[in-house]
């Protein structure tokens, strides 16, 4: 299906896509929480993604 299409069914089903919308905001939350991913991951990522900021934050005590 191309690109216009599903936004044709957007805009002529805005209801029922936002309240998918919705529900896969929530599902991405509770699933793909990169802080719940293992060190070894969240180390990957900074250093692959090529910026200097690091994804961790310190605490300070």
Do not use: F, P, Y
Not at 23 to 40: I, L, M, P, T, Y
Not at 44 to 58: D, F, I, K, P, Y
């Amino acid at each position: 299906m191309a690109v216009a299409a599903k936004l044709g069914w957007v805009r002529n089903h805005r209801e029922e896509a936002a309240a998918l919308g919705r529900e896969a905001a929530q599902w991405v939350h509770q699933n793909r929480n990169v802080w719940d991913k293992s060190e070894g991951l969240i180390t990957a990522m900074e250093h692959h993604l090529g910026s200097h900021r690091r994804l961790r934050q310190t605490v300070a005590i």
